[in-house]
């Protein structure tokens, strides 16, 4: 029997927004590094964002402004504050993968839809109203005082949708950031939309999907 949840609950960049941190890092550090050395240069910022987020809450733009800091010391190359507040200032611009705005068409008539961002407050709205779907509601890491993978950031979202962790159907690219959690948390019904973030994790139990437009078929509509 197909499970209908309560929600459908999001992750947001990465999974409906295209956040290109990568082409940001192109843009200013291409001239500095070989090819070899940007994938790796990318590697490096992707992975001190997710350890900056694991402490205790602060503004995105500081996250970026560190991991930045972090990754150019790391490859040697001069840290200029200004690119990282760029940077950061190019994150609500992003709209959403290409497949999104149809996926979401097909279910956000029948089931809520919920977004559950590492985002600011004020940064996300920018995001959403580019995905051309109805979002019934949006939760920020500002709002939470966490950010994912930390658990609270998904207990705020229960809470704020006064329901537990077997009402909702949770969808994302990323396992680190959100599949694992996901699953310790109890959530059981789980998506990963496989956009070659991560190689795939069949011990977290998920339905794959290659992209947003399989969801529909997943909660039977």
């Not at 089931?111 to 004020?122: F, G, K, R």
């Not at 995905?131 to 500002?142: D, K, N």
């Not at 994302?172 to 190689?199: C, Q």
């Amino acid at each position: 029997m197909t499970f209908r949840p309560k929600f459908i609950t999001f992750d947001c960049h990465g999974t409906m927004i295209y956040y290109d941190m990568a082409g940001a890092s192109r843009h200013h550090f291409a001239d500095h590094l070989s090819p070899e050395k940007m994938q790796s240069f990318i590697a490096d910022f992707s992975a001190y964002r997710l350890d900056e987020v694991l402490g205790a809450w602060k503004p995105y733009a500081e996250v970026v402004h560190n991991s930045l800091e972090r990754t150019c010391r790391r490859h040697g190359i001069a840290f200029d504050p200004a690119i990282a507040e760029e940077i950061y200032l190019r994150v609500p611009t992003w709209g959403p993968n290409a497949d999104v705005p149809a996926g979401l068409a097909k279910v956000a008539t029948e089931i809520p839809l919920v977004a559950l961002t590492n985002a600011m407050n004020d940064q996300i709205p920018h995001n959403i109203a580019k995905l051309g779907a109805p979002i019934a509601h949006v939760f920020t890491a500002e709002s939470a005082g966490a950010y994912k993978p930390q658990m609270r950031a998904f207990e705020y979202m229960l809470d704020q949708l006064n329901c537990g962790p077997e009402d909702i159907l949770h969808v994302s690219s990323s396992f680190r950031y959100d599949l694992m959690t996901a699953h310790d948390m109890g959530i059981k019904h789980k998506v990963w939309v496989n956009r070659g973030h991560e190689p795939a994790n069949p011990f977290y139990g998920y339905t794959e999907i290659p992209d947003i437009s399989g969801l529909a078929a997943v909660v039977g509509l």
